[in-house]
């Protein structure tokens, strides 16, 4: 089969469109034909080596796909031939013609959804839910701060804080992009390429700041955010695309009884009932035509490398897919 891989620690240069193994399907495990691979922030991460997911070279990245099930390992069940599946892969491989997923992260496809939709729901769209709702414990008439609204996850944060009765701020760095998240519901737009931009924030919630941030780039913007944040704000941190923050003093969240949250949708999958009332929240905004999951960029899996490049120049909006 074919499938993007890479065997050494590098940008987007290192990913190689090349011949692979065909995996098989061990102990509870699934084997699924891929027809759309999601391609996530993570997936960049993870070839430079700044991911949790550590390499073993040659790795093929990708931790979210759409397809249908070829064949069932021995212990798994639930699942028939053929059936049109989407899944979580913890340890990659979905840059592939065809992968294997451990059977309890494989869920059927909601109905009336093709592949390329759906393989934008198993990462993005349950962190987005998950992010609001456990971690963040989003309640009706707060403020939730979204930075890169319009990229994959933070096009699901604005939707679904709307749906959850909050007010929004989107941040991100174009007018396009801003006017994407406007679209998507955006109570209020900030351009975060200007320095201000925390003020912005203040001066949007007279004076208070937000009560939910939820904060994906890391570095300055890390420490800016928490300059936003409201008196019992919470703070919740999914991912570091420009690197790690500065250090924080505990002491400096005592005052005004804020907190930092972390959030990392592998060890929230491990827990069957959250994924249960995660799986039913989305549906149900789905079938009601209320959530839009929103497409940006789909290409051919052989420009995976291009597709990185294009995702680390903030070139992309919305989800992106790639298809073998």
Not at 34 to 60: C, H, K, S, W
Not at 83 to 95: N, Q
Not at 120 to 140: E, N
Not at 184 to 209: C, F, H, M, N
């Amino acid at each position: 089969m074919k499938a993007i891989r890479f065997h050494e620690i590098g940008g987007p240069e290192v990913l190689r469109y090349e011949d692979a193994g065909e995996p098989a399907p061990g102990n509870g495990e699934v084997l699924i034909r891929v027809r759309a691979a999601g391609v996530n922030f993570a997936d960049t991460m993870t070839t430079e080596g700044r991911y949790y997911l550590r390499p073993r070279f040659p790795q093929i990245p990708g931790l979210e796909v759409a397809g249908e099930v070829e064949a069932l390992g021995p212990g798994a069940s639930g699942l028939l031939p053929g059936e049109r599946v989407m899944a979580v892969l913890p340890e990659g491989g979905g840059y592939a013609e065809k992968c294997v997923a451990r059977v309890e992260y494989v869920t059927p496809i909601p109905a009336g959804l093709d592949y390329t939709e759906a393989a934008a729901l198993p990462v993005q769209a349950v962190t987005a839910d998950q992010v609001l709702h456990v971690a963040g414990r989003v309640r009706p008439g707060e403020w939730v701060l979204v930075h890169s609204a319009a990229g994959g996850t933070g096009s699901f944060l604005v939707q679904l804080a709307k749906l959850a009765g909050a007010r929004v701020i989107a941040t991100a760095g174009s007018k396009r992009r801003l006017e994407l998240a406007a679209d998507l519901g955006a109570d209020a737009l900030v351009d975060y390429s200007d320095p201000s931009w925390p003020d912005q924030v203040k001066e949007i919630t007279g004076g208070r700041g937000a009560d939910v941030i939820v904060e994906s780039v890391g570095g300055d913007v890390f420490e800016a955010s928490l300059r936003c944040l409201a008196p019992f704000g919470r703070l919740v941190e999914i991912g570091q695309s420009a690197g790690p923050p500065p250090p924080l003093n505990p002491l400096r969240l005592m005052r005004l009884n804020q907190a930092v949250v972390g959030y990392y949708l592998m060890t929230a999958m491990e827990v069957p009932e959250l994924m249960a009332a995660t799986r039913d929240r989305l549906a149900r905004a789905l079938a009601s035509g209320r959530l839009r999951i929103v497409i940006g960029e789909v290409a051919p899996l052989a420009d995976a490398a291009a597709v990185h490049r294009r995702m680390l120049a903030r070139e992309t909006q919305g989800k992106v897919v790639l298809i073998p």
